[in-house]
């Protein structure tokens, strides 16, 4: 995997490779099978039982060294029943589900390929890879390559979300069969990609809330950043500390240097800013 390119998510040409692509609609889907995220969606489990009271499903990390966690961790159904096709379904539209499909494909054959990639190799280690939350294959996707793509798709032919109302999908031509010696494994580059559209998205929910354009948030983030905010939740708390002070616009350089001199540490430029404008009047 050494070297080779992100796919570009507008499409492919020639030889049609694994790949992730980002879709108009949400295509039409025959009897796939959906995997949902209970950490994210706990009361799945209990509402695909009043669908389907014998329902085909498995809790992907029974049987794995994570079983303890096993009803916060991704869970695969095979829908019997109308109603629970129509449910997740649903599920899919709104971004709490994945559909997975692929020819011939089985439910345990499906429970054995999700089986290998519940924990992963990473960057500083091996690490749980929520592959059945919409968000993070919709986040991280755009930075796959080919053989990630083939690799996390193995017996299936595609994965199928939404991210934000946008839909998304990973697939291939056919069924792959991923050899010992290739796990799929998440690189600096994927885990940067996903960190950096997790903070788009963010300023993206603040830009709406506050009606601000999405660049000036973006810039805020900047900013604060710059400022020593130390994590993502500082941003947010920088950045709605200036929109709640009726701020339209990106920090001058003079205005930056006047809250930097409130105080070495992040709490007490927070402090000022949540002061603005006096704060920054006071600070010569």
């Known amino acids: 995997m050494q070297g080779e390119r992100p796919m570009n998510p507008q499409g492919h040409s020639g030889v049609w490779e694994a790949s992730f692509v980002s879709l108009p609609t949400l295509p039409d889907l025959e009897s796939p099978f959906y995997l949902v995220d209970l950490a994210a969606r706990p009361d799945a489990l209990r509402r695909l039982y009043e669908q389907d009271p014998n329902p085909r499903c498995r809790l992907i990390y ?3 060294p994570h079983e303890g966690a096993r009803e916060a961790g991704p869970l695969l159904v095979e829908p019997v029943s109308a109603d629970a096709q129509t449910l997740f379904r ?3 539209q709104a971004g709490w589900a994945v559909a997975a499909a692929g020819p011939s494909l089985t439910l345990d054959d ?3 390929h999700f089986r290998q990639l519940a924990e992963v190799g990473a960057p500083e280690g091996p690490v749980l890879f929520r592959f059945a939350a ?3 294959l919709g986040s991280m996707g755009e930075s796959f390559t080919h053989t990630q793509c083939r690799q996390l ?3 299936l032919t595609a994965l199928t979300g ?3 109302g946008q839909a998304w999908q990973c697939h291939q031509p056919a069924p792959h069969k991923p050899e010992k010696d290739e796990p799929f494994t998440l690189t600096e580059n994927n885990l940067r990609h996903v960190a950096q559209v997790r903070r788009q998205r963010l300023a993206d929910s603040l830009a709406r809330h506050y009606e601000l354009p999405q660049m000036t948030v973006s810039t805020w983030f900047d900013q604060c950043h710059a400022l020593g905010a130390p994590h993502e939740q500082a941003l947010v708390e920088g950045s709605r500390a200036l929109a709640r002070q ?3 616009g990106p920090l ?3 205005q930056l240097d006047r809250i930097a001199g409130q105080g070495r540490d992040w709490s007490a430029r927070l402090a000022a800013l949540n002061e603005w404008p006096q704060g920054a009047r006071e600070t010569a």
């Open 62 to 64: 029974n049987g794995t």
């Open 90 to 92: 649903e599920g899919l």
């Open 110 to 112: 499906a429970d054995a």
């Open 134 to 136: 919409p968000d993070v």
């Open 153 to 155: 798709l193995g017996p």
């Open 162 to 164: 939404t991210l934000d």
């Open 246 to 248: 009726g701020l339209d």
């Open 252 to 254: 001058t350089p003079d």
